[in-house]
């Protein structure tokens, strides 16, 4: 069985991807979006969310990113669920592989694959995610509104967290499985002048435990003594970092010293022509539902005006990222 030949494929879904899904449909592109193991990305994951603009009492997750492939649906983009093996960026077409098996030719390439966020791997933890287990501090921070949460993690971001979610929480405990920080010196002097932020360090998590359907307690090894405790909490925050999903690309992208795929000044064109990254896979900083549905707007255009043999997009790269 020959190659499918497209003009436009999207790698991924979530709000960049099905964004640009949008923008490319309505432009008679025709795109074939490729859908993950992870239908929609990591909003599928959680519950409200109300920071959204236009729905102003909020909308849960899975609602969102389902209205949106709907959308993308109604003017024409078409949806294959699969993981995307290996890609060929060496000339154009470019070939994609899905599931080791489906094989597509297509003249532009939007990747949105996101970024996961790293997990302990723990008991508990992945099923209660949504329950109690969050990964986005700036998400779902609002819910725990005077209640007692954890952050577990030690660097920078994880203070970052910490410190932000003290204005919703009675009380944040940082979680880390050193005496020492990585965090560099003022993000832990902030957070050490915090009152709300209290300490619990050199301790190993082992498990989340329910309690009533939701988070109740963490369970941690002491690593000096090896006792085991059980410490009473109703939410809690991994902030260990992400991991952007570029391992398919096989190193044919440039990608920063993280992994992220680098793009050129405030366009989303990558190191390959013909080929787009948008969302998380392409912004360590943001991570917000907003602009990665920015960022697939973009990819869209960018894939238009190249398909149109327009060297406008080229121009459009007056913020230099050297």
Known sequence: ??????????????????????????ANLAPLVI??????????????????????????????????????ERFGAEFATGWV?????????????????????????????????RLLGIKGETELIGRGVSTCATCDGFFYRNKRIMVIGGGDSAMEEATFLTKFASEVTIVH???????????????????KIK?????????????????????????????????????????????????????QLKLDGAGYIVTEGVTTTTSVEGVFACGDVMDPCYRQAITAAGSGCKAALDVEKFLEGSAAHSNWSLASTT
């Open 1 to 26: 069985m020959g190659s499918k030949h497209l003009r436009v494929m999207i790698l991924g879904t979530g709000p960049a991807g099905l964004t640009a899904a949008i923008y490319a449909a309505r």
């Open 177 to 195: 499985r050193r005496n020492e920080l990585r965090a560099s010196k003022f993000m832990q002097e902030r957070a050490r002048e915090n009152p």
């Open 85 to 117: 093996t290996s890609v060929n960026l060496s000339q154009r077409p470019f070939q994609v592989t899905v599931n080791d098996e489906d094989e597509y030719e297509a003249d532009a390439l939007i990747v949105s694959t996101g970024a996961s966020a």
């Open 199 to 251: 300490w619990l360090l050199n301790v190993t998590p082992v498990a989340v435990h329910e309690r009533e359907r939701k988070v109740g307690a963490l369970e941690v090894v002491d690593n000096a003594s090896g006792e085991t405790r059980m410490v009473d909490t109703e939410g809690i925050f991994v902030s260990i970092g992400h991991s952007p999903n570029t391992g398919f690309l096989n190193g």
């Open 35 to 72: 859908e993950g193991n992870e239908p929609g990305g990591q909003l599928t994951l959680t519950s409200e969310v109300e920071n959204f603009p236009g729905f102003e009492n909020g909308i849960m997750g899975p609602e969102l990113m389902n209205n949106m492939r709907n959308q993308a």
